[in-house]
């Protein structure tokens, strides 16, 4: 997920940078982009969570 936070802002930078390139569709892709960031750190900060808390409900079965 981390991955694609990274993907995504790349393309967002492209985006901004290049936006004559893609003529009325830029502001849309910018917002897409900008969704997705949103959408994947809202994941990977929910995937940690669940990380850390089997890694604390492992820790105390042993």
Known sequence: MQLKVKEHKDLLK????KSYLYGK???D???????LI????QAVEANLSMADSH???AAEAK
């Open 25 to 27: 569709r830029a502001q």
């Open 55 to 57: 890694r604390k409900i």
């Open 14 to 17: 492209h985006y901004e940078a």
């Open 29 to 35: 892709l910018e917002a897409h982009c900008r969704g």
């Open 38 to 41: 949103r959408y994947y750190e």
